[in-house]
């Protein structure tokens, strides 16, 4: 049944994400166009730099709000899908209310991931317009003989955990900012009557600034000892001990994950009251 559901709700919100994915291809092709007259060193008429500095503008405004209606995408199918009329509907289906959870969630991080993929797609399509006529033939391969290989050169098999490590910390981060906003929308609907959607945001702009505050304090009363104890790191324990720091974050994410699914699933099940 999580299937079902997990289908079911990627294609409500893949439903219009896929129109703003192809404008925002449409863009980056316009953007690689504009960077092309940017660095052409031919001496251009004055309109036509005037066009494609209105034409660059609008592209990165445009990849911007293609990022902006994905998460207005997710979460106003998990609004409606809950805490609307739909949610009456949707919770007399005969599944546990954690599988309903479980494929907002999933759904999510699929259109998370889907348009951070579009996003490079989009990037790498400008760049390639733009500078391909003055990009030598073996550039990517400088570039990445420079940049991975000095890495792994430096790094060895750690660099295998780095890049696991990395993948694992955006994900935890996406799917902590996802329940992040579940939780606010869930409290929201829970003591609002009216207004619900105002309410979430003035939840969210409040526990994001807590957090927030939390975060900054410890950086500023912790920054220079955290300095300079990694300054005086051995040099041939420098990798174990930042592959360490990044398990912990991991496991710091990891907790906080833990801790917010199980405040909104707790609130789904005990709290939500849709009369």
Do not use: H
Not at 66 to 72: M, W, Y
């Amino acid at each position: 049944m999580l299937k079902k559901l997990i289908k079911y709700d990627f294609r409500a919100v893949i439903k219009y994400w896929w129109i703003a994915a192809l404008s925002s291809v449409v863009l980056s092709i316009a953007g690689g166009w504009c960077i092309s007259v940017f660095a052409s060193e031919k001496e251009l008429p004055e309109v036509l730099y005037l066009v494609a500095t209105l034409v660059a503008i609008v592209a990165v405004l445009g990849l911007c709000a293609f990022s902006v209606l994905t998460i207005v995408f997710v979460y106003s199918r998990f609004y409606k899908n809950f805490f609307t009329d739909e949610g009456y509907l949707t919770f007399t289906l005969p599944v546990k209310r954690s599988q309903l959870l479980n494929s907002k969630l999933i759904a999510s991080m699929m259109a998370s991931g889907l348009t951070s993929l579009v996003i490079i797609l989009d990037v790498a399509i400008a760049i390639f317009i733009g500078l391909n006529k003055y990009i030598e033939k073996d550039f990517f391969k400088e570039i990445w003989d420079e940049l991975v290989g000095e890495v792994i050169r430096e790094t060895g098999f750690y660099a295998v955990i780095y890049l696991v490590e990395i993948l694992l910390l955006v994900i935890l981060f996406t799917l902590f900012s996802t329940l992040f906003v579940f939780c606010c929308i869930t409290i929201a609907s829970i003591i609002a009557k009216k207004a619900k959607i105002i309410t979430a945001i003035g939840v969210y702009y409040v526990a994001n600034s807590v957090f927030t505050f939390v975060l900054q304090m410890f950086w500023l009363f912790c920054f220079d000892s955290i300095g300079n104890w990694l300054y005086d790191i051995p040099k041939n324990l420098t990798c174990p001990v930042y592959a360490l720091i990044m398990l912990t974050g991991i496991l710091f994410f990891g907790m906080c994950c833990g801790i917010l699914y199980s405040l909104q699933y707790w609130m789904l099940d005990r709290k939500l009251n849709l009369s």
